[in-house]
């Protein structure tokens, strides 16, 4: 395992874009006015700001902006039905934008916000249909972070924000997976250096009497039960129907990188065995070096999924974390990457299964 575990780690710490001009250094918890003012005023002429938050890096737009919102699809690469999140700097911002705002959505403002979590609510007549794709409800966010909630203050409107990724891909947690991935048309990269959660915010639906978990995130289902209650969230069934289970669905796939990703349950020493018997039949793999705290695991998981594809491995392997807290989100995200697919042996169905991943 050691060797090939060390050349994902160090790839996912190489990671350098020097000399990208685009790329304005700011020290994240004190970001230069100079740097913050720049970037607010293109996004108030119509341009595209990649922007660091506490979950990952955001592509930003003017959300009043028809124009500019469509270039965040374009850029992206993302269907115009996905709709976008409005990242405020006040609650009273986030009620603006709103037709309805419900005693839960004040709740949660109150305990979570600023910070890593999405509410959907139904939208006001302020909103244009480019965010919402012309659907009834409005996604909002105030964001935990010095050089976002400057951002937003200072451009003097809520900033239209999907994760600064091309569509389907794994979320940026660098401003040099911001560069390395969205072209010229993205204006300025705010590099704030790392983020913090590494994964997305949560996102919850209020609209109805039973607030509905939509995406888990940085905020955890039992912070959201402890505070309301009944909450209901999707459940993935991680569960194999045979040697290598596929589970098809619409958001599957998201997330991920090129090397194809399975997930493994069981034995610890599985993996090593997997190894093994997929090296006879001339194929590398790797496990994904996951660290076992959920919350590291979080922080790392995007740059190590990313640095599966430039170790130039056949297939890689990694183990779901503790579903506790944000374990849950992380484990969301695994699964995703590895559309679904898990293993629960070694026997040679399930490694004939893998090798046809590589060689179909
Ligand atoms: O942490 C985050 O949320 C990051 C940072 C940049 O804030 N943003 C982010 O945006 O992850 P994006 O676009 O990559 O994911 C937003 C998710 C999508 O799954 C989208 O379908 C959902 O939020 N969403 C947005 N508006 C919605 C709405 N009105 N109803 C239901 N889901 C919505
Ligand atoms: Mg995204």
New binding site residues.
């Given amino acids: 395992m050691g060797r090939h575990d060390d050349s994902v780690s160090a790839a996912a710490a190489a990671d350098d874009a020097a000399g990208d001009a685009r790329l304005r250094p700011v020290d994240p918890h004190h970001p230069d006015p100079g740097v913050i003012g720049d970037a607010a005023a293109a996004l108030r002429s119509g341009r595209l700001v990649a922007f660091p938050?506490e979950?990952?890096?955001?592509?930003g737009a003017n959300a009043f902006d028809p124009v500019a919102v469509a270039a965040v699809f374009a850029v992206k690469g993302?269907p115009a039905s996905?709709?976008?999140?409005l990242?405020v700097a006040s609650i009273d911002d986030a009620m603006s934008l709103t037709a309805r705002w419900s005693d839960a959505a004040s709740a949660l403002a109150e305990a979570f916000w600023p910070g890593?979590l999405?509410l959907?609510l139904d939208?006001s007549e302020r909103v244009i249909d480019g965010?919402?794709?012309g659907?009834p409800?409005?996604?909002v966010?105030l964001?935990a972070h010095p050089v976002?909630e400057g951002l937003i203050r200072a451009a003097g409107v809520p900033v239209a924000?999907?994760?600064?990724?091309r569509f389907g891909r794994v979320?940026p947690t660098t401003a040099a997976h911001v560069a390395s991935e969205l072209g010229p048309d993205v204006s300025i990269v705010i590099d704030g250096g790392p983020t913090q959660l590494g994964?997305?915010?949560t996102?919850v639906?209020v609209t109805a009497r039973r607030p509905r978990v939509?995406?888990p995130?940085?905020v955890s289902l039992e912070d959201l039960r402890g505070l309301l209650g009944d909450v209901d969230h999707v459940e993935r069934d991680v569960h194999p129907v045979d040697a290598v289970a596929i589970s098809p669905g619409s958001?599957l796939g998201h997330y991920s990188p090129d090397t194809p990703l399975t997930l493994v349950e069981g034995d610890p020493s599985l993996v090593g065995a997997l190894e093994g018997r997929l090296a006879v039949r001339g194929l590398t793999c790797v496990a994904l070096p996951l660290p076992a705290d959920s919350a590291t695991a979080a922080r790392d998981l995007y740059s190590l999924l990313r640095a599966l594809d430039t170790t130039g491995v056949d297939l890689a392997l990694a183990r779901l974390v503790d579903p506790s807290g944000i374990g849950r989100a992380v484990n969301d995200r695994l699964y995703r990457a590895a559309h679904g697919r898990l293993v629960v042996d070694a026997a040679d169905a399930t490694v004939n299964r893998l090798v046809s991943l590589v060689r179909p």
């Fill in positions: 938050t979950t990952v890096y955001g592509l993302r996905d709709p976008l999140i990242h890593p999405t959907v939208r965010v919402t794709g659907g409800t409005v996604a966010r964001p976002a924000a999907p994760s600064a990724n979320s994964v997305e915010s996102v639906d939509l995406r995130g940085g958001s």
